[in-house]
């Protein structure tokens, strides 16, 4: 049994036996061990009489320990039961003068040097517990409601976003001039999106979704980006865009209330940690919600949904804060819309998530559906407090003309998507989706300030430790 089933549980006085890693030994007989199963760690006492010497020196702190003994109702406060060691086995020694992660407060810049021990703290154990959950929950819903995974390429020779910013795969050597074609013929890079390929797949199988590592090469080192992160995308046929943001509302809701619903333990200790945090910020820069207050203004609200051009109108007739006016001015219609902006109309204007729909098509990319003004394209972004956007979706341009009209506007060559363009030539029909980053709903789900500190490993610039 583990460390969180033996806490659930309510038979005392049985013999039991627990593995897990000292996170302190006090006084020679008071070892607090923690198996990752949950936050609390199981009180272990140890009668040190009994225990050789030997043994007991090896009791430190990072230690892999089995110990053997009777459960008993706890004789202390804040724990239901401890263990009464009646036998202690060293499995892994950690010598206590190396061993960086010490019973002590650490910061998270440290913590990331050494992100193969980090999860051995709370902090991180109770962030990559939600995550997992999280991903459980994803599963489940789209299972639930008829979607099915495609695993599509990470290899891939098309550029979903027609951002550039990818990362090429080769087995050449750059030192060395060889006319030999590359190893697939052709230049490919790792994906940014499994978007495209899943749409192909909607069009034969009616609902499908991808949950997989996307990469971009984006020279950025803010708090909300990486070069590896995982996307979940689904793709519907036969669906437009209401119908799509029906969809990313009724996803999100469930996951997050998922979350909420299985992971209280590890909630309560983040929502606690986020308001310590929010705590050391100006007092105009705290968030005016607690992590759980947060989720459950998602979870509860019903999302507005406000067009593009309403959301300009609203956003230049504003009067911010008079100490935090816009750092970037809302100059009109066209421009593309920052988190500053986007924080505004869900924290203040409408004090609910909001869905912003028909984006200025110069600013969305070629294989969103033109509206019929020919300046607006189906495109929608959900928006939430704290962050801005968290999803960005549309439904996809199903007419071949137009599609093909885009993609030359925007110089991406129709004979590298030929197989993306036959799918408006063999029964076309409307479909829709959207794009969710993984690690931005672990972060919101969290309340982590860096995406950094969400994903096991993080990939950045001039950083691929691990």
């Not at 003994?69 to 706890?74: Q, R």
Request: proline share 4%.
């Amino acid at each position: 049994m583990n460390i969180r089933q033996l806490f659930l549980g309510d038979e005392p006085n049985q013999e039991v036996c627990v593995r897990g890693w000292v996170r302190t030994f006090r006084a020679n007989r008071f070892i607090a061990l923690n198996d990752g199963s949950c936050l609390a760690n199981m009180q272990c006492v140890v009668d040190f009489e009994q225990i050789p010497e030997d043994v007991l020196a090896e009791i430190n702190t990072g230690a892999a320990v089995e110990i053997t003994g009777n459960l008993v109702e706890s004789q202390g406060k804040g724990q239901k039961f401890e263990i009464r060691a009646r036998n202690v086995i060293i499995l892994g020694t950690s010598n206590p003068d190396e061993y960086p992660i010490q019973p002590k407060k650490h910061s998270l810049e440290f913590l990331r040097e050494k992100a193969h021990l980090r999860i051995r703290t709370n902090t991180f154990a109770a962030v990559m517990r939600v995550r997992a959950t999280l991903s459980f929950a994803v599963h489940q819903y789209f299972t639930q409601n008829g979607f099915y995974q495609v695993h599509t390429p990470i290899i891939t020779g098309s550029d979903a976003e027609g951002a550039g910013e990818m990362f090429r795969v080769t087995t050449k050597n750059p030192e060395q001039a060889d006319d030999k074609p590359d190893f697939f013929g052709k230049e490919t890079n790792l994906t940014v999106s499994g978007q495209l390929e899943a749409e192909t797949y909607a069009m034969g199988l009616g609902k499908v979704y991808t949950f997989g590592p996307t990469f971009r090469a984006e020279n950025s080192n803010t708090s909300r980006h990486l070069a590896e992160f995982w996307m979940i995308e689904p793709e519907v046929a036969f669906s437009d865009l209401n119908d799509n943001m029906d969809l990313a509302e009724d996803f999100i809701k469930s996951v997050l209330a998922y979350v909420l619903e299985h992971c209280k333990e590890d909630l309560s200790f983040l929502n606690q940690r986020f308001a310590q945090e929010e705590a050391k910020k100006p007092q105009i820069e705290r968030s005016s919600m607690g992590l759980l207050e947060r989720l459950q203004f998602v979870t509860q609200n019903e999302f507005k949904r406000v067009s593009y051009t309403e959301a300009v109108d609203i956003l230049r007739n504003s009067k911010p804060n008079k100490k935090k006016k816009f750092k970037y001015s809302v100059d009109g219609w066209g421009i593309d819309l920052q988190s500053e902006h986007e924080r505004y109309l869900v924290e203040k204007h409408f004090t609910c998530p909001v869905i912003i729909f028909d984006y200025p098509a110069e600013i969305k990319a070629f294989y969103m559906r033109m509206n019929d003004d020919g300046k607006t394209v189906r495109a929608m972004d959900v928006l939430f407090p704290g962050v801005g956007e968290i999803v960005g979706g549309s439904q996809r341009e199903e007419r071949l003309d137009k599609l093909v009209e885009r993609m030359k506007a925007m110089d991406i060559h129709e004979k590298e998507l030929w197989w993306y363009t036959d799918l408006r030539r063999f029964g076309t029909a409307e479909h829709a989706g959207f794009g969710l980053g993984f690690e931005r709903l672990v972060l919101y789900a969290t309340g982590m300030s860096n995406i950094r500190d969400v994903i096991p490993y993080p990939r950045t610039p001039l950083s691929a430790e691990f």
